[in-house]
């Protein structure tokens, strides 16, 4: 994607309600054609930034600029957006062209633009053969394309998205995900996404700004997010099974547990300054090590498989090590049962470290 400039600016955005305080001094720079993720569990601020940019809330204090014009006063019909919500929302007694030209009537626009409008989004949607049929004749997928395209039809350059799959069941939910991921690819305008869902934030992404308490915890590419978690909330919230935490101390000779040392000379610290001290290394299931490839690793040792999940393509095994419980990702076709000792390899250019007090990554 080349990005030209910043198609959203956020400046120390604050939203109090009373004394409850929602988003706290919240900066983040959009750039024209991203796709970026708003992600977060419940409650932690993300469907409240994107009403903000949307102006269906009015903030206590900052400013929100779209296309460099301040609009953080403006009506929304006057920002230059279009929004797609968790609720298809459409008109049920009227068919798919009258939901997706009703807003363009009411605009006054010309008929042939109207017309040329709608065939467009349609086009771009795979909804032609839909345009006669009325909501309740479709399904959820097809009618989640309709409220998208309802919103394309306006010709704006930022898009914003709330959850807008989570009322469709799985196979819905990946179908609708790869389209609208080709349909930003097609467009290539900014759009912004809300989600609890994490595999829905790291396949659309190109950046994902991770959430809590109304702030921001970090913001970067999916590979960012993944493999150097800023801090341990972000660790522990991305990745299904969660990130293994483990508490030991980093001495001169490395990262010492359980009587076991992990060198850290290929560790590659924050800041670029080796730490001392109590710490925390997290490690992902899929990187520790299993099999003939662990005797290859700095540090191995034996485990006691607890439970076995198999998941087709791969294994979730859980395993005790040192009273901890450790979960590790093996090949669906590993030969593993509960109660066999299993040997592991950990490998610290693969693993993350936190200090222990802030959680904040060494």
């Not at 399904?139 to 930022?158: F, K, T, Y």
């Not at 150097?228 to 935490?245: E, H, K, L, T, W």
């Amino acid at each position: 994607m080349n990005i030209q400039e910043t198609s959203v600016e956020i400046r120390d955005l604050d939203l109090h309600f009373d004394d409850i305080k929602v988003l706290q001094k919240l900066n983040l720079d959009i750039h024209e054609g991203e796709f970026i993720v708003l992600l977060g569990s419940s409650g932690c601020g993300k469907s409240t930034l994107l009403n903000c940019i949307a102006g269906l809330l009015e903030i206590t204090d900052g400013q929100i600029f779209i296309n460099g014009e301040n609009v953080t006063w403006k009506q929304p019909s006057e920002r230059g957006i279009g929004m797609v919500f968790q609720s298809y929302a459409l008109y049920p007694q009227m068919t798919v062209e009258g939901n997706l030209s009703f807003g363009l009537k009411n605009a006054r626009m010309p008929k042939a633009e109207i017309s040329k409008r709608v065939a467009r989004a349609a086009e771009v949607l795979q909804i032609e053969p839909l345009l006669k049929r009325k909501p309740a004749a479709l399904s959820g997928g097809q009618r989640q394309r309709v409220a998208i395209g309802r919103a394309l039809v306006r010709d704006v350059d930022v898009f914003l998205f709330d959850e807008p799959l989570s009322n469709l069941d799985a196979k819905l939910r990946t179908d609708l995900r790869v389209e609208l991921k080709r349909l930003h690819q097609q467009l290539q305008n900014t759009m912004i996404y809300v989600t609890h869902d994490q595999v829905e934030a790291m396949t659309l992404a190109d950046r994902i700004a991770i959430m809590k308490g109304g702030k921001i915890m970090q913001l970067g590419s999916p590979d960012e997010i993944y493999n150097r978690p800023q801090n341990r909330y972000v660790a522990d919230f991305i990745g299904s099974p969660s990130m293994n935490f483990l508490e030991g101390q980093i001495t001169g000779n490395g990262f010492e547990l359980a009587g076991l040392t992990l060198p850290l000379d290929t560790y590659e610290f924050a800041d670029g300054t080796k730490k001392s001290g109590t710490a925390t290394i997290g490690i992902r299931p899929e990187h520790i090590i299993t099999g003939e490839l662990a005797n290859k690793a700095p540090v191995t040792a034996i485990v006691k498989v607890d439970l076995v999940e198999p998941m087709g393509s791969d294994t979730l095994v859980y395993s005790d090590f040192n009273g901890t419980q450790l979960r590790l990702r093996m090949d669906g076709h590993a030969k593993v049962q509960v109660g066999d000792d299993l040997q592991i390899g950990l490998e610290p250019t693969k693993a993350s470290f936190f200090d222990t007090q802030t959680e904040d990554r060494l």
